[in-house]
């Protein structure tokens, strides 16, 4: 038998000391997690988001990049006041604490939109 046909050993279980938990202690469950992958298909802030995105796309090959960075700048401004506002949050803007995602989402809103205004757009010949 040579050194290739040797099985390799299989992986210990994981202790339950080990185990991941969730907010609440509870031990995950992994279809459970799967279960909800699944289903955020069906979430409609993921949608918004998505489509959001896709609208910033266009607007800049329609009207340009800073107009469609722009567009994105003012999207992510909602999106900061809404996660600052609405109690949870839609699933597609709660990552994590309120306050770290409120203050990453104005961030990149007030950079992004002070990028659009101030990159020169090159000119095409």
Known sequence: MSREDTPLPLPDPVP??????????RPLD??????????A??????????GAVAL???VAVVAGTPTGALVLAVFLACCAVVRGVVRGGP????VRSRVTDVTVLAALAIAIGVLSQI???PVVP
């Open 91 to 94: 699933a597609a803007l709660v």
């Open 41 to 50: 298909d069906r979430n409609w802030s993921l949608w918004v988001v998505s």
């Open 30 to 39: 992994p279809r459970a997690i799967a279960r909800a992958s699944l289903a």
């Open 16 to 25: 339950p000391t080990e185990e991941r938990f969730d907010a609440e202690g």
């Open 119 to 121: 990159v020169p757009v």
């Open 56 to 58: 910033s796309v266009a």
